[in-house]
């Protein structure tokens, strides 16, 4: 079968990493794919850039782009990463040409928007067309619920997974990276994102408790692992908040992520309480976990109820993630359970890929 499979966010982010997963499965299965992607730096002769900003008229242009492949392109099924404005009028032109549609819904893209007025529009979009889908996946139970009570036909639920294979521990790689930045000896605090307004949470939040930790703790070192849209505003809060002893690795191909992450001694998040992120499987802190790195955060909705008890929780406050983090530090808090078995038993790719394949045998 002939897949055109259209990923309308940006290569590098985590729903991206999900949707190359989805490929190559189809790939592996036997099907031919052709890809459309946002901002690909690599050339392929499977694969069909679209350049895009972060702005409502390039969002329009790179929308007219994908309908038109859309619309000519051969294939007999299309997969879609998101169900939005940027991806839905491609659902039409599927439906003209009397092809089945799949959508990987993996968040409700309307709550993650900057402006009301982008709120607006892709609420509008969300909620009115959710009947065109031939499939729809969703990462978690929530996500299900919020499409069932928007009359979606087909939901299945395919979870967030994790290649274990990459992200575990790895000694050697830990030594070869504090040795490369210069850091042996150090506690290196992390956080990792693709640094968009979705991804980061409330990283301010974090970084004032950093202030704070180094502070108090001189053999404290901070690891910025990611690219992104907002990456120099966040280095410039780093030097505004004084925070020397700190390291931005920019953008990295998604295999490169766990060897960074090695280097971690403690990671952070912070998620923002509404309800975007109440739907949100965070796939951050489910790699934290699975590399055994501790987790101090503010979790919630579906992102605590999977893995709340694996973490270090505390309240969205500078304070509380000092108090968190120095404890642990200083043998106080070392009662954490690891994660690797749940993970292992739940989310590898390889039961994903199971529930994934299940799916696609209902249409």
């Known amino acids: 079968m002939h897949f055109l499979a259209i990923n309308s966010v940006d290569y590098k982010g985590g729903s991206s990493r999900r949707f190359h997963c989805f490929a190559k499965f189809l790939i592996k299965e036997g099907h031919s794919v052709k890809c459309i992607e946002n901002n690909y730096p690599l050339k392929s002769n499977d694969v069909i850039n679209i350049s895009q900003t972060d702005t409502v008229f390039s969002g329009i242009i790179a929308t007219l782009q994908r309908m038109y492949y859309a619309f000519v392109q051969r294939y007999d099924m299309l997969f879609l990463q998101k169900f939005n404005p940027l991806t839905i009028p491609c ?3 599927s439906k003209i040409r009397g092809k089945k549609t799949i959508v990987d819904a993996d968040d409700v893209d309307s709550f993650l928007q900057g402006s009301s007025f982008r709120y607006r529009i892709f609420s509008f979009f969300e909620d009115n067309f959710t009947y065109l889908p ?3 996946l969703v990462p978690n139970q929530s996500l299900y619920d919020y499409f069932r009570n928007r009359k979606a036909k087909n939901i299945k ?15 050697t790689q830990r030594e070869i990276i504090r040795k490369n930045l210069g850091i042996e000896g150090k506690i290196v605090l992390t956080f990792m994102s693709y640094f968009s307004p979705g991804g980061v949470g409330n990283l301010e939040i974090i970084l004032e408790a950093v202030k704070k930790i180094m502070l108090k703790r001189k053999d404290c070192f901070l690891l910025m692992i990611g690219g992104g849209p907002l990456l120099e505003k966040y280095k410039n809060i780093c ?25 971690a001694d403690m990671a952070f998040i912070c998620m923002k309480n509404d309800s975007g992120n109440q739907m949100k499987a965070t796939m951050k802190v489910n790699e934290y976990l699975a590399m055994e790195i501790p987790v101090v955060g503010y979790l919630v909705g579906e992102t605590k109820r999977l893995v709340g008890n694996y973490c270090l929780l ?33 989310h590898s790719w390889e039961v994903v890929e199971e529930l994934f394949k299940q799916a696609l045998d209902t249409i």
């Open 239 to 263: 030097v505004k908040l004084g925070i020397k002893e700190v390291f931005f690795t920019g953008d990295l191909n998604p295999e490169v992520i766990p060897l960074y992450l090695s280097a």
């Open 157 to 171: 639920l395919v979870l967030q997974g994790i290649d274990l294979n990459i992200f575990h521990k790895n000694e």
């Open 314 to 346: 505390c309240e969205p406050d500078a304070e509380f993630f000092v108090s968190k983090t120095l404890a642990f530090l200083e043998g106080k808090e070392r009662n954490l359970q690891s994660a690797r078995a749940f993970f292992e038993k739940n």
């Open 134 to 136: 031939d499939l729809i």
């Open 91 to 93: 659902i039409w032109m």
